[in-house]
């Protein structure tokens, strides 16, 4: 029986979230995910539809962006 794992990618209102038969997750940076996926990934983004992983290692990278209220550059998530 394959079991799925889900991972969030993005905590957000309109959330990322990655679905593959097994994943691991190593932080590299707070803004920089890398993923090892098993078998096939697929990235799940509201309205943008779905997507399918090409490789086994996938890195996951947050935009980051200049905040002009705070002065401060912060991950943009959407």
């Known amino acids: 029986m394959n079991v799925s794992k889900e991972v969030v990618l993005e ?3 309109n959330t990322h ?3 593959a038969n097994g994943v691991s997750v190593v932080e590299i ?9 098993s078998g ?3 990235v799940t983004h509201g309205e943008h539809g779905t997507l399918v992983t090409e ?3 996938v890195l996951k990278y947050v935009q980051q962006e200049y905040n002009p209220v705070t002065k401060a550059m912060q991950n943009a998530f959407d």
């Open 11 to 13: 905590p957000s209102s």
């Open 17 to 19: 979230k990655l679905n």
């Open 29 to 37: 940076t707070p803004s920089i995910l890398k993923l090892k996926i």
């Open 40 to 42: 096939s990934g697929y």
């Open 55 to 57: 490789t086994e290692t």
